[in-house]
């Protein structure tokens, strides 16, 4: 079983920046994405940015340009640089760790959530 601890978040006013990192522990066999969703009051959860181990990244479009997502292997920890906050950027910023497993004969995905972290963007 994967745990994710989350840290980083806050109370950051408009055109400021935060760091968000998630360090994954526990049995890990072999971690094929991590990343970072988002939800906000009364919102469904988002993506945010996610990359996998081939090193592709994916983004939302509201964040590109302003966000960046990084992750070392070594450690099994991804981090977001989140640079030019929005009020529209508040919302509750969650881990996602993707792990594949050989399960009797065949590749399964398992997924795991970190707790949560509150990112608010307020003057």
């Known amino acids: 079983q994967v745990h994710l601890v989350e840290s980083g978040g806050g109370l950051v006013q408009p055109g400021g920046s935060l760091s968000l990192s998630c360090a994954a522990a526990g049995n890990i066999f072999r971690i094929k994405a991590m990343g970072w969703y988002r939800q906000a009051p009364g919102k469904q959860r988002e993506l945010v940015a996610i990359?996998?181990?081939?090193?592709?990244?994916t983004q939302a479009d509201s964040v590109k340009g302003r966000f960046n997502i990084s992750r070392d292997n070594a450690k099994n920890t991804v981090y977001l640089q989140m640079n030019s906050l929005r009020p529209e950027d508040t919302a509750v910023y969650y881990c996602?760790?993707?792990?594949?497993?050989?399960?009797?004969?065949?590749?399964?995905?398992?997924?795991?959530w970190g707790q949560g972290t509150q990112v608010t963007v307020s003057s």
């Open positions: 990359t996998t181990s081939d090193g592709s990244i």
């Open positions: 996602n760790v993707v792990e594949r497993r050989f399960v009797l004969g065949t590749w399964i995905d398992f997924t795991s």
